[in-house]
């Protein structure tokens, strides 16, 4: 499919750059992905790629290659394929330019590539969303807040293990998108993109408490909250890092090592912050969590080698 997309996207761009009607010959030889394929094969799937741009709203014509009318060329008017300009004001380009910053989708910044279009991006600001990314966890998502605007309890895959959950909301936190809900052991925070496999029950399956505020469970540090079973860890923190450690944990220190114990329930949001002090942070106690951490190493070491 990419492969496709690339090769429509190319043929569009060939289409709208070029100065005068091209033959389909000339985009076999130009355009990657078509000079390989045998005559037959190219037809098909040039068709088939000209049927798609003109699904997708692309004005794509026949226009004579010369007087006589004989031979015929592709071309697309770059006026008649723009949009017309809305007639956005500064205020309104800021606005938009803001809005496709705070959602990036799987990496892409298809929002920022069409406010181009519209004049929206401001002036040396960077393409970097400061937002959430919902390439991967976009349709879980959908489906969870389904749940809660239906009230519909869940049932889904955290951790391989199964859960049952009462939805009461969602909530964003430093990049990741949180279900808060209660189980029969009490309140409890999932991370979105962590959930898998999600099997709903019937609408108005329970009821939310009044006043319900999700965003009120994530005030705590991020391994408080979590759906994993507490633990308590220990770690010990070089003195060119401990004055940090303390001051995030409230805890206090002079100077020299920091070794503290802390209570954990979301694992993966633990490691991770142990992580962010490099070597000079280690967890002592328990081994599973000591096993977390060095696998998360070893994954990201493999990424980068491989």
Do not use: C
């Amino acid at each position: 499919m990419r492969n496709v997309v690339e090769r429509v996207l190319n043929t569009l761009i060939y289409l709208l750059e070029s100065p005068h009607p091209v033959t389909a010959e000339e985009i076999r030889r130009t355009v990657p992905g078509y000079s390989q394929d045998s005559d037959e094969a190219f037809h098909r799937m040039f068709e088939r790629d000209k049927e798609l741009l003109r699904q997708l709203g692309v004005p794509i014509k026949l226009d004579a290659l010369d007087v006589w009318e004989v031979d015929f060329g592709y071309t697309v008017d770059p006026d008649e394929y723009a949009i017309p300009d809305p007639g956005l004001t500064p205020e309104e380009r800021a606005a938009l330019s803001l809005a496709a910053r705070i959602v990036q989708l799987g990496g892409s910044h298809a929002g920022l590539d069409g406010l181009r279009k519209l004049g929206g991006v401001e002036q040396g600001v960077a393409f970097e969303p400061f937002g959430a990314d919902l390439g991967a966890e976009g349709e879980t998502l959908g489906a969870v807040f389904d749940a809660v605007v239906q009230r519909s309890p869940i049932e889904f895959t955290y951790r391989e293990g199964r859960r049952k959950l009462n939805p009461y909301g969602i909530a964003f936190r430093r990049g990741h998108w949180y279900l808060v809900g209660v189980t029969t052991e009490g309140e409890r925070v999932y991370r979105i993109d962590r959930i898998s496999a999600i099997d709903k029950g019937e609408p108005g399956g329970f009821e939310r408490p009044a006043g319900f505020n999700p965003s009120t469970f994530l005030q705590s540090q991020p391994w408080e909250a979590g759906g994993d079973e507490e633990v308590k860890a220990t770690v010990r923190f070089d003195p060119e890092v401990a004055w940090w450690a303390s001051r995030t944990l409230g805890v206090e220190h002079s100077e020299g090592h920091l070794e503290v114990t802390i209570p954990v329930s979301n694992r993966d949001a633990f490691v991770g912050w142990v992580l962010s002090f490099g070597p000079s942070a280690e967890i002592l106690a328990p081994e599973e969590l000591r096993r977390d951490l060095m696998d998360r190493v070893t994954a990201a070491v493999d990424g980068v080698v491989a």
